[in-house]
């Protein structure tokens, strides 16, 4: 056999491809979700999309929240009517025969989405009740081949989607399916004891193979590009979550997983984390995010349901949003015969105008750096500081605090032809604004900066008593370490396992003395006995984390003391001491109140070095 200098340098060429492909498979998002940060190259669609469509639709529409005489209170959710009424399977069986939605058009969906401002469409391809609103192979119990219609409406949906620009993403309840005997949830048909961490595991493992993981493989096969898979309702095990992002990614690498793919009250894996319903954090989080909220009441169709949302609440609370570095995915519910409800085109109908007139200062934004700001919200791109003014001052000015850079312009997004005047000192800006809100609900003031908005930092304040509350709130965090959020652990901190992982805080002393520090952390076992150390200043407390019990089982343990004589800002650090692979805890909180203040403010300070020493 011969070879020629070509031929050896395109094998040479072919190893360094195929090498490369396997390094970078290896480094694809969801190989090592708890490494998968918000910055990832696969959130970037995400992260400059911010506004979504939720579509719940299913065979649920089709009752709209009654069955047999039988009423879904409006403050239940309609699409849980089969388990809320206990409709036996037989029974909903023959409800799913009868859909047959001729008033779906899939391309009245993407346009409505499209000029509403929404960038990706969510859609029911599986919801509790197990019936596949797809052309579904695995099980004929599906919208093709149960009924009359006979049409596969996701295929059309993402269809439209490809040829009008937006993301097609599918919703898949992957643990719960009332219609399978071993899926979660329907105690009334079939003997399941299904207690939070109790249930027959082989007829479940038989459900998750049989159904949820064909039928996961088909969605992701069958309809293109997928931008995400949203999850819901979680796992029992860690590891069973783990199966379905490795499975979502094995068959599209760039597609994003919600965090419910997981245990609920355990570490959700998932390349960003949903909030609870309707949920938003009071402050930002580490990590990407995004709230589902519902337009009116429920999530699937019901003709009780009227209490609409305000398209001055759908706009304020997408920029409440995306001031605090999340996205909304704002769901509707179309009837059971496809059709969009007139309540939700009027309300669109005024979204999509005002999100068009100041999309500048919604996609492709980053969060709120000044913390609350009285009068609204803010967003920021490059040296832009878009100031979104929910109460229009009667004075006629917007006042900033805690800029520390040179402010070059100031104008109104909706006319950008006319210059505010603004003026300028160490304690704050001020925009000299029109008499009369140009906009509504929000009135967009755009400020252009020398460069990129530089931020003091937000400093935390003694209380009535002089006590300090360090939380995530007012956190700034370095490395690794993120604030976070778990629907049994709440907010916190973690992610950390090394001396560069920091959280820090600025804390504003009035009345110095000695403070005692109290920690509250949640630790699993492995975990027990890594070292922590808690800063200010020169001075320094070493702890040890302990074992609290099973996940985030939040426990307060006293820390040590710390003495500050004289009044003013300090930074206060913890950091893990060594490097481990392990995280480090999974912090709530950690609380300074005083015990004595020190002799120039009144106190006796006698015994310090005793108290110090405990």
Known sequence: MKFSYASLLISFLLIIFFSDCRNQSERAPGKNISKQEPDGPNLDWFREAK??????????????????????????????????????????????????PLKFDADELVRLAKETGMKYIVITAKHHDGFAMYDSKVSDYNIVKWGSFGRDPLKELSEACARHGIKFCFYYSHREDWDHPGGYGNNWDYDNDWGSDLYNKAAFNKYLEEKAKPQLRELLTNYGPVGLVWFDRGMYTPEQGMEFVRLVHDLQPATLINGRVGHY??????????MADNGMPPGGLGEYWETPMTLNRTWGFSKFDTLWKSPETVITRLVEIVSRGGNFLLNIGPTGDGEIPEATKRIFSEVGPWVSRNAESIYGTTANPFGELPWGYCTVKGNRLYLHVRDWPSDGKIKLQGLKNQANSAYLLKDQSERLSFTCNEEQIVIQVPSVAPDKPLSVVVLE????????????????????????????????????????????????????????????????????????????????????????????????????????????????????????????????????????????????????ETKRYGWSSSNTESLLSD
């Open 51 to 100: 506004f979504g469509m939720f579509i719940h639709w299913g065979p649920y529409s089709c009752l709209a929240g009654e069955y047999n005489g039988r009423q879904v209170p409006v403050s239940q959710n309609a699409e849980w009517i089969m388990k809320n009424l206990t409709i036996p399977v037989n029974e909903y069986h023959e409800v799913a025969r009868k859909m047959n």
């Open 449 to 596: 900066l020398n460069g990129a908005p530089v931020v003091a930092p937000r400093e935390v304040f003694q209380d009535e008593n002089g006590s300090l509350m360090l939380d995530y709130l007012t956190v700034k965090t370095t490395g690794k370490a993120v604030t976070r959020f778990n629907r049994k652990g709440g907010f916190h901190i973690s992610k950390w396992n090394g001396p560069d992982d920091i959280a820090e805080w600025m804390i504003k002393i009035n009345k110095p003395g000695i403070f005692k520090v109290n920690i509250t952390y949640a630790a699993n076992k492995e975990w027990d006995g890594e070292k922590y150390e808690i800063a200010a200043g020169n001075q320094v407390i070493r702890q040890s984390v302990v074992h609290t019990g099973d996940w985030y089982d939040y426990q307060e343990f006293p820390a040590g003391y710390l003495e500050f004589t004289e009044a003013g800002v300090i930074r206060l650090t913890i950091r893990p001491a060594d490097q481990s692979t392990t995280n480090l805890m999974y912090l709530k909180s950690i609380r300074l109140d005083p015990v004595k």
């Open 265 to 274: 009250d355990q570490e959700l894996p998932g390349d960003y984390q949903s």
